[in-house]
RNA sequence: GGCGACGUGGCCAAGUGGUAAGGCAAGGGUCUGCAAAACCCUGAUCACGGGUUCAAAUCCCGUCGUCGCCUCCA
């Protein structure tokens, strides 16, 4: 089967062609560096790493371009409110540039904890000023801008077509808007450059034609992903909250200057949901990757466990559920472990495989094919050279993975050594009394054909 | 208030017209001195009420419930 893909902006299925001949562009919306990630935003970087997979196992060379938003988005989409970048800086007592890499670093090391691929190019806003300043430069030229006492606005009025991405319907927006709109024409209007405060001084502000200060929030995606991608390029991702706003304000901004929607295909990944509510930064506490290192968990059991729910289909986060991803992960890692040397590959089977993938990325029926492959007659080497090719997308690392060469403190092996004397002497009620206190240690005793064997016991903390 | 999505066994979830994938948990079994691990077996008619159809979890209408965006969000 033919890769097919969601794309958002048609709202329907569509087989991914690429625009040129084996390469794929493609640009995925990157973190805002103003706090940690928590693992509802990692969820949308997994979908992505999936797509990235994806493409590569249909024989693409993908571009896989990710932002690093370091400026310029307010706490406010109504261009209204803080930076968020200052404002986390002044939360924190450091600089603004000290906080945005404090964070792209913590970012980093999450992606790198998922198995997540890193992107052929990283590119944070700041390092690309120039290009912002041209495109919003661009967009003026074509008529499309209007200046108020703060800021450079783009007027979406003149943009018949504005808002088709989300489906906007702007009689409603208008009934609806619950914002004060201020100077702007129309609530759907946005800023393309923000003019400093003339009381204050801003930690990151640049000089422009139009005044000292700092680029909108959604200029520098479209001003990136043009820079290192072209006007038109094939993919363009992110979380579904960016339908609305952000990623219909990005295609305005490109359909002004270039005429183009920006991108051939727009994918979005749905939330995680907390105990049926959407996990947010706003409420105060959130959950990290490092929260769940902390109580014990792999990363990539959190990996796992957002495999099990197709991408476009909110996935509920509960504790039980990540227990159920690390257990079956642990013993999928055993099992291919023990089947030994890799030999040829089932071809047979990588077409399956591929089949489930290319159906818009449909990860938990390449998982339950997993299982499948798992339970099937084919030799140890055979499933395993088939499972490593399947590991190509479902990234879980299985080719590298070794059962823990645990050191196990003298005093337990002591009690090992006791227990098994015991059961030579058939004295049972002290091998089980050995096994026990074992077991209180946080250890626990198998007998296997091979002699005992010692496992440290999972350490499972829960909040 | 406007727009949109969803409601499948104890939990997380696939499946969008032809009589319900998978994982975890649970129960039963094989193995074991007993366990553990491993392996085998077992269970849902798909929120509710109508309708369309030879046939519906899957399409339509209504009700209830939950959630998302419109306000910081991936």
Redesign the pocket.
């Known amino acids: 089967m033919k890769l097919r893909l969601f794309d958002t902006y048609t709202r329907s299925l569509r087989e991914f062609e690429p625009l040129r001949k084996d390469y794929v562009g493609m640009y995925a919306?990157?973190?805002?560096v103003y706090d940690y990630?928590?693992i509802?935003?990692l969820?949308?970087?997994l979908f992505e790493d999936f797509l990235r997979r994806t493409l590569e196992f249909n024989g693409y060379t993908v571009k896989h371009v990710v932002n690093i938003t370091d400026v310029g988005?307010?706490?406010?989409?109504?261009d209204?409110?803080e930076d968020?970048m200052e404002k986390g800086a002044r939360k924190a007592g450091k600089s603004a540039w000290e906080i945005a890499e404090i964070f792209t670093q913590a970012f980093k090391e999450d992606i790198r904890r998922l198995n997540i691929k890193e992107p052929t190019i990283w590119c944070r806003a700041t390092d690309h000023i120039q290009e912002q300043i041209e495109f919003i430069k661009c967009i003026e030229r074509k008529g499309f801008t209007y200046i108020t006492s703060d800021g450079v606005y783009f007027d979406t009025s003149k943009l018949p077509d504005y808002g088709y991405l989300?489906?906007?319907?702007k009689?409603?927006?208008q009934?609806?808007?619950?914002?004060e709109i201020g100077e702007k024409r129309s609530?759907t209007d946005f800023a393309l450059w923000k003019f400093s405060p003339k009381d204050r001084k801003r930690q990151m502000e640049w000089d422009s034609p139009w005044g000292v200060g700092f680029p909108g929030?959604h200029i520098e995606c479209s001003a990136m992903s043009v820079h290192y991608l072209g006007e038109f390029f094939d993919i363009h991702c992110?979380?579904?909250?960016?339908?609305?706003?952000?990623h219909t304000n990005e295609i305005a901004q490109t359909q002004a200057c270039y005429g183009t929607r920006l991108a051939n295909f727009w994918l979005?990944?749905?939330?995680?949901?907390?105990e049926?509510?959407?996990?947010?930064?706003?409420?105060g506490e959130f959950l990290r990757l490092q929260t769940l290192i902390d109580h014990g968990y792999d990363p990539l059991a959190y990996r796992f466990?957002c495999m099990?729910?197709?991408y476009?289909?909110?996935?509920?986060?509960?504790w039980?559920?990540l227990?159920?991803?690390a257990?079956?992960l642990?013993?999928l890692r055993?099992?291919v472990y023990e089947w030994g040397e890799p030999g040829a590959p089932n071809q047979e089977w990588v077409e399956r495989f591929r089949n489930e993938v290319n159906?818009?990325l449909?990860m938990?029926?390449a998982?339950?094919l997993?299982?499948?492959l798992?339970?099937s007659d084919l030799p140890a080497a055979e499933k395993k050279a088939t499972i490593l090719i399947f590991d190509q997308v479902l990234g879980l690392g299985l080719a590298e993975w070794r059962p823990a060469e645990e050191q196990i403190p003298q005093e337990v092996m002591e009690l090992v050594e006791k227990?098994q004397q015991a059961?030579l002497a058939?004295n049972?009620?002290e091998?089980?009394a050995l096994?026990a206190k074992a077991s209180e240690m946080g250890y626990?005793?198998?007998?296997?054909p091979q002699g005992p064997?010692v496992k440290r016991k999972k350490v499972q903390v829960r909040p």
């Not at 989300?166 to 319907?169: G, I």
């Open positions: 919306c990157g973190p805002t990630a928590h509802g935003n969820r949308t970087y988005h307010l706490t406010s989409d109504a209204t409110g968020k989300a489906r906007l319907d009689e409603g927006l009934a609806g808007a619950r914002v609530p929030w992110g979380g579904e909250d960016h339908i609305n706003v952000h979005h990944g749905h939330f995680l949901q907390l049926a509510e959407k996990m947010s930064k706003s409420a466990f099990s729910a197709h476009r289909a909110k996935l509920n986060f509960t039980e559920s227990d159920a991803a257990y079956s642990d013993r055993n099992l159906d818009d449909n938990p029926r998982v339950a997993t299982w499948e798992t339970k227990r059961r058939r049972w009620a091998a089980d096994r626990e005793i198998e007998d296997t064997r």
